[in-house]
């Protein structure tokens, strides 16, 4: 069964750290494109970082350039995204997302996502 589970969120104060980790299970996953995507209230959601099979190439959203880095550790099946200089407007459910592309078909999975919250 395909799987995969965030955590690490929780309440930070503006300028804080917070790392958030994904375990994957139930697939192939050095295989698969990695990404992180977050959704605010009455925003859509949308892409943070994304981080291909090769680990190589990784793609920031704008937003965060700068103050986020994600890898991915495909010995232990987990991908993280460290945050660092978190702001108000980074609160969101934040959700992890595998993808294998193929001829023929294609595979996209999702997390159940973990709240992140940036208060004073």
């Known amino acids: 069964q395909v799987q995969l589970v965030e955590s690490g969120g929780g309440l930070v104060q503006p300028g804080g750290s917070l790392t958030l980790s994904c375990v994957a299970s139930g697939f192939e996953f050095s295989r698969y494109t990695l990404g992180w995507y977050r959704q605010a209230p009455g925003k859509e959601r949308e892409m943070v970082a994304v981080i291909p099979s090769g680990n190589w190439g990784t793609k920031y959203a704008d937003s965060i350039k700068g103050r986020f880095t994600m890898s991915r550790d495909n010995a232990k099946n987990t991908v993280f995204l460290q945050m660092n200089s978190l702001r108000p407007e980074d609160t969101a459910v934040y959700y992890c997302?595998?993808?294998?592309?193929?001829?023929?078909?294609?595979?996209?999975?999702w997390g159940q996502g973990t709240q992140v919250t940036v208060s004073s």
């Open positions: 997302n595998a993808k294998l592309l193929h001829d023929q078909y294609d595979y996209d999975y």
